[in-house]
């Protein structure tokens, strides 16, 4: 059973915007989502991510000011808006989901034991 289900990535050139999108299992009761990605030959790294009931969120140094998560709550989905994507932007970028525990940053460990898609493939050409 799919538990996360993402969309949206694609191709772009540099300067473009991508929407991700994530829909939770309505199984789940997220408590925090986020946005996760590995790049070839590189560690795999937290993007964005949100503490689902205050709304709060926390980006990645690399990405603030271009990449924007928001939710929509009805629909048990959280969103990844990328704007002036960069080549070093190119990656597979995971949705990961935690329950019931809060994150407060992606750092957290909860991430390790929650939930996450099977990746979705981004990639800015320059």
């Known amino acids: 059973q799919v538990q996360l289900e993402e969309s949206g990535g694609g191709s772009v050139q540099a300067g473009g915007s991508l929407r991700l999108s994530c829909e939770a299992s309505r199984y789940i009761r997220p408590s925090c989502m986020g946005w996760f990605r590995r790049a070839p030959g590189k560690e795999r790294e937290g993007v964005a991510g949100m503490d689902i009931g205050p709304g709060i969120t926390y980006y990645a140094d690399s990405v603030k000011g271009r990449f924007t998560i928001s939710q929509d709550n009805a629909k048990n989905t959280v969103y990844l808006q990328m704007n002036s994507l960069k080549p070093e932007d190119t990656a597979v970028y995971y949705c990961?989901?935690?329950?019931?525990?809060?994150?407060?940053?992606?750092?957290?460990?909860?991430?390790?034991?929650?939930?996450w898609g099977q990746g979705t493939q981004v990639t800015v050409s320059s």
């Open positions: 990961a989901a935690v329950s019931p525990w809060r994150c407060y940053g992606l750092g957290s460990s909860n991430w390790q034991s929650g939930y």
